[in-house]
């Protein structure tokens, strides 16, 4: 375990925070007063052995002699990068006057007069062009827009999804950490693991962000960097091996049997919250998926929702999460209302959606939407706000809750198949066709279990 990181505070000075060996634990966060990096690291390092001392190096009655102490060399490179180093390597031979081998090449760092041997070597020797370095932060500026990546064009030609929800989310993180952080100046070349642990480890302790939004962070630069790597654009991966953080999400809570059942007999605001709910819980459908639903997707005849689509405001109209359609039956009772519901649209046709706007009818509602009923409808069965946030009861509580009730009475391929969460080898199986007994065996079981909830 590193014992300290580095990182740059607001006005350009490195700060050293402390580890405790034990706990690994953040401890102390003190400023090195040095805008130098292998300055900073060998301070901090000295005061690993001396202590971290009261008043500030630059304070008067600080005194630079009183902390000269054998080093910690290994810590010292432990923190340096492979430029810092070579800049260390040309200071050390010409304060002591060292002598270089033949076969080794140092290279001089602006504005230092180097011994005049090492001059030799460096003219004498021969090296590759170097090729101008890829500046981090407007490649990755680039490889985020949706509209002009190269990356995503090809991703979505070969068949996958990408959503510009997604994108602008990782854009997003650009923009507030990657850019802050490394600037303008620093290319892709110059990073390395330790610099980029340090990063990641300054937006948990600096920034206080959670081991999650910190997760996503490094998603942002994995995708990326594999990306070059990959294409032959860069040597090696410097995200290759990257720890992720403990991401520590409040368990998701679901209402109970008894507080479903309430739900269903409560009055609600309209039948666009209630019929929305009912799909939650009978068929674990997402909320962008519920806004997503058009008439043709109501199959009467054969009693069965198609789910093709998902709708969000960034993307519209789109395939459903790891674009899995399905089929799932549902009771003709409450196919027969989301049809009514439908009808009511000025706009009705096979194309229109089922939960529209009633601002914008040619639009469906904002997934957001159902929340407010859900939360109207607890309060009145006497879950209390405070208690709702207590559990962390969402609208997608409603799917989890489906899956809950579901993998207690049912097989696991059942499961999956209702709730489109399938691995590769289960979506490979299902992809050709959906076979009757397949469908016949879902709707006794959703039907059996919710004949056990509301007789209860």
């Not at 039907?447 to 509301?454: E, G, K, L, P």
Request: charged share 25%; aromatic share 10%.
């Amino acid at each position: 375990m590193r014992q300290f990181y580095l990182y740059k505070n607001s006005s350009g000075y490195y700060n050293a925070i402390f580890v405790d060996p034990t706990s690994g634990k953040r401890g102390i966060d003190k400023s090195t007063h040095s805008k130098d990096k292998i300055e900073a690291t060998m301070i901090a390092t000295s005061w690993l052995k001396e202590g971290i001392p009261q008043a500030r190096p630059n304070a008067r009655k600080y005194s630079a002699s009183e902390s000269k102490i054998k080093l910690n060399l290994k810590s010292i490179a432990e923190n340096i990068t492979q430029e810092e180093a070579q800049s260390l390597m040309n200071i050390l031979l010409q304060k002591f006057n060292l002598s270089v081998p033949e076969h080794v090449r140092v290279i001089q760092t602006k504005d230092l007069n180097l011994p005049a041997q090492v001059q030799k070597i460096q003219k004498n020797a021969t090296s590759k062009p170097q090729k101008a370095g890829i500046p981090l932060s407007s490649f990755l500026l680039n490889f985020w827009d949706f509209d002009n990546s190269e990356f995503i064009k090809r991703y979505i030609a070969h068949g996958h999804n990408m959503t510009k929800r997604h994108t602008q989310m990782m854009l997003g993180l650009v923009k507030n950490y990657w850019k802050p952080y490394f600037g303008d100046e620093i290319t892709v070349e110059e990073l390395d693991r330790q610099t980029l642990d340090d990063f990641f480890f300054y937006l948990h302790t600096e920034k206080q962000l959670s081991g999650g939004t910190v997760n996503k962070a490094i998603n942002c630069g994995s995708r990326a960097m594999r990306y070059l790597f990959e294409n032959k654009k860069i040597e090696s991966n410097p995200m290759a091996g990257i720890e992720r953080f403990n991401a520590e999400e409040l368990a998701r809570g679901i209402p109970t049997e008894s507080e479903v059942k309430k739900l269903l007999q409560v009055e609600w605001l309209n039948d666009t919250y209630k019929l929305a709910f009912k799909l939650g819980i009978y068929c674990g459908l997402r909320a962008g998926e519920i806004s997503g639903l058009r008439v043709c997707d109501l199959d009467l005849d054969a009693d069965l929702i198609h789910v093709n689509h998902s709708w969000n405001d960034t993307d519209g109209l789109k395939k459903p999460k790891n674009s899995d359609k399905r089929d799932l039956p549902i009771d003709h009772q409450t196919l027969e209302e989301l049809y009514a519901m439908a009808k009511k649209n000025p706009n009705f046709s096979d194309l229109s959606y089922v939960f529209f706007s009633q601002v914008k009818p040619e639009q469906p509602c904002w997934p957001s939407y159902y929340v407010d009923g859900l939360y109207d409808a607890l309060e009145k069965i006497g879950v209390s706000e405070e208690q709702r946030k207590e559990r962390n009861i969402v609208f997608h509580s409603l799917r989890h809750f489906c899956a809950t009730i579901l993998s207690q009475r049912t097989d696991l391929k059942t499961v999956q198949a209702v709730m489109g969460h399938r691995s590769e080898d289960m979506s490979k199986h299902y992809s050709n066709h959906e076979t009757q007994e397949k469908l016949d065996n879902m709707r006794n079981i959703m039907q059996v279990t919710w004949n056990d909830i509301m007789s209860a």
